[in-house]
């Protein structure tokens, strides 16, 4: 019997709970102690609702009621897991309604637990501790909690690092640890002193943040002011100093106490952070060129009188213009020209020289000169570099073409080595540059005399093995040896040059060894014809060759025919 009683007793007591006449801020149909749990945490919060409402009376009322029922759930089910956080919330609000409500002394009494003996709970185990004394875990975490909050408050105070941001988060770990798993010494005065101060530590680091983020603003915003009046200023004073602008003092000197003013204006003006050495360079190129303008402002004279002479030699256009690179050798008139314009631009430096020995003149009459004086100094070495060039080109072929024809030393008629002679178009472009070089103005005469005795010769020693070459190849050979023995192939050539009307052949032999391979396209052999005319008997070689197909070598053709050679009988 009681162990059927004890079977069916939750079905009962759902059955009870949900008939019972229950606030609206409770549910009329609950299942089991987690329902109630769970009503209660909805109770809790529409409480705090009213709470913060400023509707004090209904919020008491509703937590009377919740006192009630998070009584019933220690009674019902102590282990349950959310038993621990709606325990804190209740207990934060009940303080919260003590500090808040205006007549906090004359609300209506808590109700008292029920009487009865106290059922100990998984979270008294775990707590370690009474409601009166912090020991065991919980002052561990309490001294973790005071340990981080002093870290804090000296990190505050130095100024340093992130303000103490990270101890006061770790602090705050600690006393939701605290809140969560001993909500029965939160209200102990060392936990309240304690969390005050975390409070306290929060608004200072909030406020201290605010204050860096003010400065860090205002430090931006003075950075952009300062790059913005460096950058106007650094316009203006480029608008008197550059060449192009339209204020340039060198162009117009009658901006001079224009830009005196603006200098002394500058001295005036406040940075936001200060005249920096960026603004300074700036500001000293202004100064100078302030002076150098004040101090040439009488000298127009000068600039009138000399640099009209000058400026024509270093204007590119211009025919008097001076070259720098030096004149194109291919074209006689252009040297002499340009050579009459340095004669002028070295007088005009001797001039200056005299009149100006310290070198000290107007800024732009010194300027002038000394982009004159490069002038003349890059066109001489212009000039001589490309005659330099020139002399070593023919010097070079000369000298190629005496080494080539000194190859012929020692050679003889009864020998079989080979004549060397100079190739008919390289002579003439010797020839040709020759004739141009001794035509630009001022070649040593030495250097004229030496290339025209080295032609001379040249074309002597050409000559001469040129007739050799010719009686060499006109001269009569005997006949021939045959270096391969191929009757059939002997007799296909014989055909091919019949076919092509070379006339009759008395002899044929086939002259080469073997076949000479061109990879991948033919290959080629030499033979040796002889036939007769009315002079006697001569031999010419000729040459036929077998193109490659995918099968292989294809048919014989005739590929050269050389010129005829006399038989020596």
């Not at 860096?212 to 950075?223: I, L, R, W």
């Amino acid at each position: 019997m009681f162990r059927t009683t004890f079977r069916y007793l939750p079905m009962l007591l759902t059955v009870i709970f949900t008939l019972s006449p229950l606030n609206p801020n409770f549910s009329h149909a609950t299942s089991g102690s987690d329902q109630l749990a769970r009503d209660i945490d909805k109770a809790l919060r529409s409480a705090e609702k009213s709470i913060f409402s400023g509707n004090f009376q209904e919020g008491s009322a509703i937590m009377n009621e919740i006192a009630v029922k998070l009584d019933e759930l220690k009674t019902t089910d102590p282990d349950n897991k959310k038993l621990i956080s709606i325990s804190s919330k209740f207990n934060q609000l009940q303080k919260k309604i003590g500090q808040t409500t205006p007549a906090a002394a004359s609300s209506p009494p808590q109700p008292q637990p029920k009487t009865g003996p106290k059922t100990v709970t998984a979270s008294d185990k775990a707590q370690g501790s009474t409601d009166q004394t912090i020991s065991g875990v919980a002052a561990i975490a309490m001294t973790g909690l005071t340990g981080h909050l002093d870290r804090a408050e000296k990190t505050m105070q130095s100024g340093t690092g992130d303000l103490g941001k990270t101890s006061l988060a770790r602090a705050t770990d600690k006393y939701q640890e605290l809140e969560k798993r001993f909500p029965n010494l939160i209200n102990l005065p060392e936990v309240i002193a304690a969390k005050q101060k975390l409070d306290a530590l929060l608004i200072q680091v909030e406020q201290a943040g605010l204050q860096q983020q003010a400065a860090k603003e205002k430090g931006k915003n003075d950075t952009q002011e300062q790059r913005q009046l460096i950058e106007q200023w650094r316009k203006t004073f480029l608008s008197y100093t550059m060449p192009r602008e339209p204020k340039y003092l060198g162009q117009h000197p009658e901006l001079l106490d224009e830009a005196k003013n603006v200098l002394s204006e500058y001295e005036k003006a406040t940075f936001p952070l200060g005249h920096t050495a960026e603004i300074q360079s700036y500001a000293t190129d202004f100064k100078e060129t302030i002076a150098r303008t004040a101090a040439e402002k009488g000298a127009a004279g000068i600039d009138d009188q000399w640099l009209p002479r000058i400026k024509p030699l270093l204007t590119s256009n211009d025919p008097a213009y001076i070259s720098p690179s030096g004149p194109s050798l291919h074209q006689a008139d252009e040297v002499t020209r340009m050579d009459g314009n340095l004669v002028v631009g070295k007088q005009i430096l001797d001039d200056y020289a005299k009149q100006f020995p310290s070198g000290q003149s107007t800024h732009f009459l010194g300027q002038a000169i000394d982009d004159l004086r490069r002038a003349v100094e890059d066109y001489q070495k212009g000039r001589k570099d490309a005659v330099d060039r020139k002399v070593a080109e023919l010097r070079g072929k000369v000298d190629r073409s005496l080494g080539l024809l000194e190859r012929n030393k020692g050679w003889t008629a009864a020998s079989s080595n080979p004549i060397y002679i100079i190739n008919k178009t390289d002579l003439t472009e010797i020839g040709k540059q020759f004739e141009g070089l001794k035509l630009i103005p001022g070649i040593s005469a030495d250097t004229v005399a030496a290339f025209d005795q080295d032609i001379a010769k040249v074309r002597s020693l050409d000559t001469e093995w040129r007739e050799k070459k010719t009686a060499q190849e006109n001269a009569p050979r005997p006949f021939p040896a045959a270096g391969m023995t191929s009757l059939s192939l002997v007799a296909e050539m014989e055909k091919i040059l019949k076919d092509r009307g070379i006339g009759s052949v008395d002899k044929l032999v086939i002259v080469d060894k073997d076949w000479w391979v061109q990879q991948g396209e033919f290959r080629y052999i030499k033979a040796a014809a002889l036939q007769k005319d009315s002079e006697g008997p001569y031999f010419t070689h000729v040459t036929f060759k077998q193109m490659l197909t995918l099968a292989g070598y294809g048919r014989t053709e005739l590929w050269e025919q050389g010129k005829k050679i006399r038989v020596a009988q």
